[in-house]
C-alpha cells in the first residue's frame, strides 16, 4: 500500500518510514519534495497567486476612495463632480450640499460595480482552476487504472457525483481528495479501488495475451506471463513491479487478477 499523506500518528508505521512524516500541530503530514515544481501545479499556483494579488489591489483602491470620500456629504450626484471642479478652481460659484451629495453617491456605486465584476472574475477563474484540478486528476487515475479510454468523459463525471471530491488550498497549491468514512484519500486510490469493483470492472480496457508468439504493440515481445498459471515466476514478479510497474500491472490483469489485488502487488 502507498503512504497516507497525513496521519494523525506513526506509532504503527514501520521505523524506515517514520523518516518521511513531519509533525504539523496534532497530525503527521507525508513530506513530499519537488511538488512545486511540476507543471501543472506551478502552473495553478501562479494563477492562484495573480488572482490573490488583483483582489488585493482591488480592495485597496476601494479602501483609498472611500477614505478620499470620508469628508463629503452622504449625497453626491456625477451631474455636479465637474462643477465641483470648477468651482475648486473658482471658475464658478458654490454648490449646494445635495449636489455634493449625488456625485459622492453616483462614484461610490460605480466603484463597486466594478468592484464587484473583478471579485465575480476572479470566482470564476478559481472555480475553473479547481475543475481542472480534479478533472485532471480523475483523468490520470483512470488511465492509471487502465480504464478503456473511450468511457472516461462519463466516468470523470459520474464519479464526480458518488465521490465526495474536495479541492484543499494550502500556501497556493491546489490539492484534489475524496473523503471517505476511512479519511482523506486520493484521487488515484478512490479510482483503483471502484475499478475493482463490480460497477467498475466493465470498463476496464482488455489486455492482449502478454505471453502470445509474435504479439507485439505495449509489452507484447512473446515475454512469458510470471503471473499465469503456466509460467508462474515470483523472482520475475519482483523485477518487474520494480522495474516495470506498468508493465506488472497489464500481465497481472492478463492472468485475471483483479484491480484491487494488482494495486495490493503493485503498492499503489
Known sequence: MGLKTILDSIDDLPEEHRAFYVEEGDKFVLDLEGIDDHPKVRGLVTANRENVRKRDQYKAEVESLRARLDGLPDEFDAEAYEALKQQAEGKEPPKT???????????????????????????????????????????????????????????????????????????????????????PTSLSRFVSDWAGTDDGKDYVAKAPPMDAPGSKGKGGTGEKNPWASDSHNLTRQGELVRADPDKARQFMRAAGLSDSQISQRIGA
Do not use: C, W
Request: hydrophobic content about 35%; aromatic content about 2%; cysteine-free.
Open 97 to 183: 450640499d445635495e449636489q455634493v451629495t449625488r456625485v459622492r453617491e453616483q462614484l461610490e456605486r460605480k466603484h463597486q460595480a466594478d468592484l464587484a465584476k473583478k471579485d465575480e472574475r476572479i470566482s470564476a477563474l478559481e472555480g475553473s482552476l479547481r475543475r481542472a484540478a480534479i478533472d485532471e486528476g480523475l483523468s490520470k487515475a483512470l488511465d492509471e487504472a487502465s480504464i478503456d479510454a473511450k468511457h472516461k468523459p462519463k466516468l470523470i463525471s459520474y464519479l464526480k457525483d458518488i465521490g465526495n471530491i474536495k479541492i484543499e488550498e494550502a500556501d497556493g497549491e491546489f490539492r484534489a481528495v475524496v473523503e471517505t468514512d476511512m479519511g
